[in-house]
Every structure is written in C-alpha cells, then in structure tokens.
C-alpha cells in the first residue's frame, strides 16, 4: 500500500458538503485480495485498533464493518475505516468515507471526513504504517502514533472561546470563515460581516483594548469612577517595587503593569527579598510593574458582554493532591494527562508548568518540585486563578449579588469594552463588595470564555451565543449569494446580473474568468472561477451581493468557496473536460455541476435550462424552488411546469418574459440588448433570459432589470465586433465545440462575404474533442488559420494544431483553405493581413489583451503590416495545410 497523493477540500465538495481528505492510494498488487484470506491481519487489527468493533460501515448497527472484515473486505476500504478511527482516538470525531477505484488499476480513492486538516494527513500517513505493521505481522506502537496524530493538529485547531463563537454562529446559520489558520474569524458574508479574534469583535475599539492592557491607568478610571480597586504604584527597578511595598505597609500582589493570562503574577507577599524577586519575574514581561495591595479572598471572574453580565466563575488556582508516592513535578505531570489539558488555550484546560513563579509559590508552602507531599495534601502550584497557568474554574453565575454584578458590568462601561472580563476578589460573591470585602482587580479585553463553557463544576454558560447575538441582532449576517456554473456563457451571464444589481445601486462583487471585480474595478486579473477567488468576494466588507462563476475545476479539485447560495444557476451543459481529471463522459460533468444545485439556502432558486435535457436531469437533485429558463418557443416542459404553478423566465414574440403559473410580465424586449445584436447572438439571448431570471428570483425591479440589459454593452472578450477598413473582427473566448457552434451561428447571420475562423483548443482535452473543435470549424468556416494555445497543458509543439487540421479536413475543408500559424499572435496578423472586403474574421483567443494589441497595431499601421505579412510568407515563415 502507498499514498500516491493527500488533498485537501475544505468546503463543500462533490463528496460531502463537509470538508474532506482525498486520498490516492495505490495498493497493487493486493487489490483483490480479501482479508478473509490474509491469515491473522484482522484479529491483528482489531487488537491495535478495538474501536473499529463499533463501526456500523454500510451495515447500519455497530459492528458491521468487523462482519466485513472477516467475511473479507478489500484493502481501500480497510484503509478509510482505519484513517477515521485514528482521527477519533487522537479526538478529532469524524464519520464520514467512502473507497472508489479509479480508471487506473491498483489506484484508488479514498475520501474522509476531517476536523483538523493536519491532524487528518498525519492519521493518513499513521493508517499507512499500521496496515503495513498488520500486514507484516510486526509489532506498532498506537498510542504513540495517535499522540502524533494529536500534536499535529494542536496549534491549528480554533482555541476554545473561538471554537465556541464559531459553533454559536454556525447554529444560527451565520457563515464562518477561518482566517489563515488564526483565530480569527469572519461571521457572514460582504457587508454583513462582523470580525472577531477570540473574543475581540470588529466593535472593540483599540483605544480600549489598550487602556484595558495598562492595568495601572485601568485602576485609576475605575477608581475615577467608583470602582472599588486596590491601592498600589508602578515601578521600574527592584529598589523601587521594595519602597512601593514599603509604603503600602501590608501584604502586596507584584505583577507586569502590561502583563496578561496571569503571566509574571505574583501574590500574597511581603518580604523584601520577596519582592525583588517577585518584581524581576514581572520584569520579564513588562519594564512596569506594577505593585498593589493584596487582597485576601477567593478569586472570580465576571464575563460582560453588551453592558450586561453573561457568566461569572470562581477561578480556583492550579493545584495537585498528594499520595506520598510521586513527587509535586510527578504529579503535575500524571494531571497534565488529562485529554481536556493542552499548551495555551488549544483547549478547555491548560497544562500546569513548574516554572520560577511555581516555585517560589512552592517555597512558601516548604515544598521544592522533588518533594513528596504526604497523601491528601493539596499542593498549590500558583496563587493567581488564571486558566491559562492551570486555573480551573466553577459555575457562579446564579450566586453573583446583584450589586456586584452592576460594579463589573460599570467597570466594562467604563473602559469602553463590548466584552470584557471582569476579576473580582471577595470572600463571598454572593454579598457586595463594596466596604472592604472585595475589589476589582483587573479588567481584560479579549477574555477567554472556556472556564464558562466548560465549569469543572456547575453549570456551562453559553457566552459565544451571547457575543454572537451581540454582533448580530437579527438575521444571518449574510447577502444575496448567486452561482453561475455549465459549459458556455458563465463569463457573460456573471458579468450580466453583477451590471443589473450595480444599476439598481448595490455594489456588486463578481468571480469570473477575466478576474476578480468589485464594483466596477478588478482588483485580481486572470482566471478567478475558484473557491479562493469566491471567498475574496464574500469577505470584502464594500460587497453588497456576490455573483460568483463557479468553474468545473475548481468544485472538482477544492469544492466550493461558499457554504450555500441563494440562487444556482445552470447555463448548460456539453463536451467539454472530458479526459481531465477522471471526467469520461458528460454525465460525470452533469454529477460535478450537480454540486451547486445541491447547497441552495431553503428559500432560495434553482434555475436549470429547459432546452437542454443534461441540465433538466438535475431537478432531482436540486434544492430551492426550481426556475426554468428557455429561448425556444413553446418549450413542453416549461409548459407543463407552469400549468402546476411553477416558474419559468422565456422568449416570445422577441420579449423576454417572466412567468409564474398562468401570469407572465414582460421583462424586456431582446432587440433592446446590445449584446443580442438585435436578437441574432442567439447565445447572448439565452444569457440575457438566464440573468433576467436570476434576478427576478432575487427580487430586484423588473425597471432595474430591464435598464441593466438595455445597458450592458461591454462584454470584453465576448462576441466583440470591429470593423477595420472594409472587413470586421470579431473576438470570443469559445473553446469547445458548442462555444464553435453559438459562435458560428451569429456569424453566419451577420452578412459576411467569407468567414474567416483563427481556432485553436486546450491541449488538455481529449484527441476526440479536439478533433470535433476541428470538425465545427472546418464546417462552418470558408479559411481557417489554425493556433495553438501558449499554455500547451502536457502535449507536444503542433500537436493539438495538428489535431485540430485533421478535425477540420474531416468536415470537408480542402487543405489549401486552412493555414498553420502555431503563435497567437502571428496567427492573427496573417488573418487581419489576408483579409478581403466584407470578410469576417473570427479569433477564438487564448490571451485578449495580446490579441487586442496585434488588432490595435494593425489598424494603426495596415498597408506596413500587410506588406511584412506577404513578405513573411512568401518567404516560407507561414506553414501552411499540406506542409505540416
């Protein structure tokens, strides 16, 4: 067995509208050996992995996969089962998988579900080894690779209180997007938007946060304000802390003026020595340190959000119980064992260190870390309650007097926070602190909120819900989504509904195949059909509604870039991929496109074509109210969908109406859409009925739709007509045989005396579908010079040209009509140098603005350009038909 490939599809995908691993894995030549019939391999594997006993695979009822195994499973499926069982152990729970073979023999892919992408690709490398240790009959140590599998995924996971903001949003439907691996999230979609990092909000003001951060200036505006806080002064030097405490005459707490997460605290002192001590551990953290009255009492902490109180917790210090056996550093390493404890805040608990601060807390109570506390000793390791030193913590919230609850929501008030935590000290936070039971001794930004999801005692607080209501009010945080995907025409029709929604007056974020735009500048050139490109769009804050072209590649190879849509579009569906990426005919194409009909919002639209029966075929798969758009007359099925109260956007009588059940509304004449060239791009018809649709299903007014399409006439790179001299050009994107085919039909309605075709094709295509481009070509075009693409993708110099001359003299062309030009740009110099009066010449491109340069210089220098043309090929530069 051996991994071929991992990969990664973090958004819903063609396997799982979770995120998923897909991995290729390679297990030649014991494909079709059963493990019935590997000796002791299964009873080995059961024994190192006694989990898989529950698993129900495709029985239903746990167990079911160990009856698989004996009655003989093959090794991929062995391999998904194992890969999802070590997730579980390290404590990442996941379910989900599936095995299929691919076209090649021995290959197959294995698709799992994910938590932890790291932790996920370190359980696929540790599946590797274990089966191969099963197999062999050796010996493998599973708990030190499940411990890998956990540290690979430490540090990448959301820490607790952002994990918890994130499970709170996801419950009210609000999307979530993780920012490169940080804590920090996006809640909602464009303008809808609200940030948090932990539990600091795109709200908090940064004049807060710092002033929250100066634990001195924080005492003195609550002091200014009422607040009860203990009495104390900063300083910079040992000399100086011992003089502070000194003057305060009684028992103090040292800690970094700047400091955080109880770092560098240090409390209930009095000696001097102590206190120089004490001051140079807080000197590590911050040059200030601050020195204060120390007061006795028990530790809380008071969880504001909104100005009100969300949660209250007494923070108990870390501490071990002795048994008169291990030593204290013994003992905190048997507590840090415990699955809930992690580095920082990774998890609910964080793990207890010997430090200087332990042991000088140790020290005071005659113990050193190699002491042996006798059985039942409570050995405190630090005196400061913090849950980032080892702190635990106890539900308080219901006990909290109500005057103490009004002190620490004045003390948030005060500084100006939206979310704060708020340490008290009382003997009893049941009685006000006011009178000299209690003070306020710190107030922090960014609290963390683990120790109120997960009391070690009490009951859990749900603050991520109580920060999510905050930021969001009402509703979801999201904005109209829509999804363009099929062959052709998803280019125009983005660039369509993105211009209507910017005419009714929203700023308007597109994905295409010409860049990212926002509004109306591009702000990432190329081709951006992709889930990368899609959530650039849906984060940018300026973005008001999203069209988004969803390109086959990129749901294929990394799923898509949103959670759902609120209207999928499907322009069509024929031959094109086929050959790439495991894609044999068209109804894996109808299954890929299928995707996006899959993850439309309750509520929202499916709009499939009507005269093409691959994308009706989607209907069962479709969620969202199904739309249908046609451009014949009379389509059957529209017919009938609208006699039983359905939906229907179509063509008659040269207006484009919209319809439901027996009620149409005129949308708009098509002879007022520039693009339709007065109805004759039969093509731009369709995506004009196609936008039309989606944005009536979006409620936008029929005056805004209407006024877009009488005004959308910029289309770059898109049937774009030019009239040099006494001949025209015409430049399209088409690229396989259907694109060749709307293309040539307009063509041919335009009036030319000869057309004129400069094709080429993507060279990953297949041999057929190269040919066929050749063959539409060749029958619809009077001379052909034939290209090849810059960007070969893996064949051979005049490979695909050569394919291309074979399609085209196939069709019936004669060979002294076609001429071979392999660079673009000599290509169609030739053509525009050739050209006769009332040609018209159409270039299929692979680079616009290279091929609008070469136009642009030859109607500024024709007779020079022609003149070098003939010169060239009269010189034999120009290969033609026959000679290649």
């Not at 929501?409 to 936070?429: N, S, W, Y």
Request: net charge neutral; glycine share 12%.
């Amino acid at each position: 067995m051996r991994i071929v490939s991992v990969h990664t599809l973090p958004g819903a995908n063609i396997y799982s509208h979770r995120p998923v691993l897909r991995v290729r894995l390679e297990v030649a030549p014991d494909e079709d050996v059963p493990t019935s019939e590997l000796g002791d391999f299964v009873p080995r594997l059961l024994a190192a992995l006694p989990g898989l006993m529950e698993h129900c695979c495709s029985r239903g009822y746990p167990g079911g996969f160990a009856e698989r195994l004996a009655e003989g499973t093959y090794p991929a499926h062995v391999f998904e089962h194992v890969v999802l069982e070590l997730q579980c152990r390290a404590g990442y729970e996941v379910s989900f998988g599936k095995a299929r073979a691919t076209d090649r023999p021995g290959v197959y892919e294995v698709v799992i579900g994910y938590r932890v992408a790291p932790a996920a690709t370190a359980a696929v490398r540790v599946a590797e080894e274990l089966l191969a240790a099963a197999r062999a009959g050796a010996g493998y140590d599973v708990a030190a690779a499940v411990t890998r599998i956990r540290e690979a995924g430490e540090g990448h996971s959301l820490g607790p209180s952002t994990a918890a903001i994130a499970e709170a949003a996801g419950r009210r439907g609000i999307p979530v997007t993780r920012v490169a691996g940080e804590d920090l999230l996006i809640l909602g979609y464009g303008c809808q938007q609200e940030r948090v990092w932990a539990t600091v909000t795109g709200r908090t003001g940064a004049l807060a946060v710092d002033l929250a951060c100066d634990k001195s200036l924080t005492k003195l505006v609550l002091a200014g304000g009422g607040v009860p806080v203990p009495e104390g002064m900063v300083a910079e030097s040992a000399a100086a802390a011992v003089r502070a405490a000194e003057t305060l005459g009684r028992l103090v707490a040292v800690k970094p003026a700047g400091g955080n997460q109880g770092k560098g605290v240090t409390l209930n002192i009095e000696d001097p020595a102590e206190v120089e001590k004490a001051f140079a551990i807080a000197a590590a953290f911050d040059k200030r340190v601050l020195v204060e009255e120390f007061i006795p009492g028990r530790q809380y902490r008071l969880c504001i959000v909104g100005g009100k109180m969300a949660a209250a917790a007494e923070r108990i210090p870390a501490y071990v119980r002795g048994d008169g056996v291990h030593s204290v550093s013994e003992l905190v390493a048997l507590v840090n064992r415990d699955p809930l404890r992690g580095e920082g805040h990774d998890r609910p608990l964080t793990r207890i260190r010997i430090d200087p601060v332990a042991v000088t807390v140790l020290a005071r109570q005659k113990l050193t870390p190699q002491a042996v506390p006798e059985a039942g000793r409570i050995v405190y390791i630090r005196e400061n309650a913090n849950l980032s030193t080892g702190g635990t913590a106890v539900d308080v919230t219901d006990a909290v007097h109500p005057d103490n609850v009004l002190l620490a929501e004045r003390a948030a008030v005060l500084l100006g926070l939206d979310v704060a935590g708020v340490d008290m000290v009382a003997e009893d936070i049941g009685r006000p602190i006011r009178g000299g039971l209690g003070a306020v001794i710190e107030v922090n930004a960014a609290p963390g909120i683990r120790m109120h999801h997960y009391p070690s005692a009490g009951k859990p607080r749900d603050v991520a819900g109580k920060i999510v209501e905050l930021l969001f009010p009402r509703g979801d945080g999201r904005i109209p989504v829509v999804a363009i995907t099929g062959t052709n025409g998803k280019t125009t029709v983005t660039r369509m509904i993105g211009h209507i929604w910017q005419h009714a007056g929203y700023c308007a974020g597109m994905t295409t195949t010409d860049g990212i735009f926002i509004g109306n500048r591009r702000i990432v050139d190329g081709d951006t059909t992709g889930p990368v490109s899609a959530r650039t769009v849906l984060t940018d804050p300026a973005v008001e509604v999203a069209v988004l072209e969803t390109a086959r590649g990129g749901m294929q190879r990394s799923g898509l870039g949103f959670d759902a849509c609120d209207v999928a579009v499907v322009t069509n569906i024929s031959e094109d991929h086929l050959g790439q990426d495991g894609i044999e005919d068209i109804e894996d194409l109808v299954f890929i496109k299928s995707l996006l009909v899959e993850v439309v919002r309750p509520g929202g639209h499916t709009l499939l074509n009507a005269d093409d029966p691959y994308v009706t075929a989607l209907r069962g798969r479709a969620k969202g109210e199904i739309v249908y758009f046609s451009t014949e007359p009379d389509n059957i099925l529209v017919r009938r969908h609208l006699s039983v109260g359905g939906k229907a956007v179509f063509v008659r009588d040269g207006v484009i109406y919209a319809a439901c059940g027996g009620v149409g509304r005129a949308i708009v004449r098509v002879e007022d859409v520039p693009v339709t060239l007065g109805g004759i791009a039969l093509h731009n018809v369709q995506n004009a009925v196609i936008a039309a649709a989606a944005c009536y299903c979006m409620k936008v007014p029929v005056a805004y739709i209407r006024g877009g399409l009488s005004s959308f006439d910029q289309n770059p790179g898109r049937l774009n007509m030019l009239k040099i001299g006494d001949f025209r050009v015409c430049v399209d994107y088409g690229h396989n045989p259907a694109g060749y085919q709307a293309l040539l039909h307009t063509a041919k309605r335009l009036g030319a005396s000869r057309l004129v075709g400069v094709i080429a094709a993507p060279g990953d295509r297949r041999d057929d579908v190269i040919r066929n481009v050749g063959r539409v070509a060749g029958c619809g075009f009077d001379y052909l010079f034939i290209k090849e693409d810059t960007d070969r993708r893996g064949r051979l110099a005049g490979e695909t040209a050569e394919l291309l001359l074979r399609g085209a003299l196939d069709a019936g062309i004669t060979a002294d009509r076609v001429t071979t030009i392999l660079p673009e740009e000599d290509a169609v110099l030739a053509a525009l140098s050739a050209a006769l009066p009332g040609d018209l010449i159409v270039v299929f491109y692979e680079k616009y603005d290279r091929v609008m340069a070469v136009i642009d210089s030859f109607r500024q220098n024709r007779p020079e350009r022609v003149a070098t043309f003939a010169a060239g090929y009269a010189a034999g530069v120009v290969a033609s038909a026959t000679s290649l």
